[in-house]
């Protein structure tokens, strides 16, 4: 309950002629009627307000002198010792006494937090439970006896409970419907002009140059974009790519192809396709992942953790980054 609050303009008239109407039994008092010459004054009417209080009720505090606005330093000095008055006052009183001008540095302090060797017991609120708070305290003396054991175990547990499951939680779920895809895998677009149709490759599990396998999520097409995606070769089983794009895959494979017909010697995919015995009829494509990924770094890490599991840094395509081959370690447990 919020105590009730006396504003002490005249304190020694407010006690004196109107005691509080209310049931007090708590009593902030203030005033901000400090100047010059009235801190003398201030203070005899605090003594005696105190002096009434005091039969009345057992909980009186006081609050120290709020800071007055474009207030002079001279005035400012008065509520200062006005107020340092009070809290040694308060002291000899046994009054209560609220600080307003604390330090902000004395504010801002860190306290350490206090460290335990407690383990938390969280189980499920139950009413059947509360006498496990009762079983703990009786028996970890016993427990504590071992010095084996008193190390091991620490001290009594902390029993904290979860709530237990209400109606809402068990009428409702949160968790999205996890739907089974029937028919993943990449898809031709059918676009009339499309030109990237007739190099889809439409499995729904991709292996490899290594042999593993990956079981593809989702129904994919040409235009699909925000995607990681892989170029195969129809003559080469070990022959592999993984790239990242923010595009469409038609957009994406369209430069690459047109990097082919240059035969752009600096570029991996080129090269392969140019190589002898193979056209551009050899490529194949499909979409790996499709993610609604936020910044090329994302797109970037989650290529190179299938980089990695179909290892074609070292064995594929993308040769030209097999410095990332270093790195291989440090991503053993990749999730795709
Ligand atoms: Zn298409
Ligand atoms: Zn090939």
Redesign the pocket.
Known sequence: MKPPVLHLKEPSALCLNRPPQFDSRHIQAFTNDVGRGRREVLEAKFRLLGKRLKPRTSMVAFSEMLPVLRAGPGRQAELQRLNAWMRGWCREEGFGFFRNWEPRNHLLQDTPKKTNNRTPLVITYSPQLKPVQHIINKLQPILEQDTKLQKALGDRPIVSYRQPPNLKMILTNNHRTYHTNTNPGTFPCNKPRCQLCPHIHSADTIIGPNQVSYKIKNTYSCASRNIIYAIM????PS?MYIGQTSQTLRQRINAQKTDIRQDHKEKTVSC??N?KG?SLN?LTTCILLQRPFTSALERESSELSFMLKFDTLREGINTHSNYLTHYQDSFPSYHL
């Open positions: 070769c129809r003559k080469c022959a392969h396709f190589q193979h050899d």
